[in-house]
């Protein structure tokens, strides 16, 4: 099992009302770079949220979610300090509740 990191917010405070396109694109070119594979993902009404273990974490955060999930901690504390109102955590996947890390609950576009 990965241990994997994620910020966590409403929609519309991660895609909307602040520069999280910006930072992700910067930390993309930034990889590319350093020849390094991206650790990092941005997931639409996370499935991971369904867990029942995660309950109280969905219940704090405005619903239509979105989180950026990496296998990096120390990328999501600089999210964190960037970003300010997020929810931060952690959680092991694959597992029985959380059989994919990276699954969207949202429709296909």
Not at 13 to 19: A, F, G, M, S
Not at 34 to 50: G, I, S, T
Not at 78 to 83: A, C, Q, S
Request: net charge negative; glycine share 0%; aromatic share 12%.
């Amino acid at each position: 099992m990965q241990t994997y990191y994620y910020v966590l917010a409403s929609r519309k405070y991660i895609l909307e009302e602040e520069p999280t396109d910006e930072a992700l694109r910067e930390r993309q070119r930034y990889y590319k770079e350093q020849e390094k594979e991206l650790d990092f993902w941005l997931v639409h009404q996370p499935a991971f949220l369904e867990a029942p273990e995660m309950a109280a974490i969905k219940a704090k955060c405005p619903q239509p979610a979105v989180a950026i999930v990496s296998t990096n901690p120390q990328f999501v504390s600089w999210l964190k300090l960037r970003l300010e109102y997020v929810i931060t955590g952690e959680f092991q996947a694959p597992s029985a509740t959380i059989p994919d890390p990276l699954a969207s609950l949202a429709p296909a576009a």
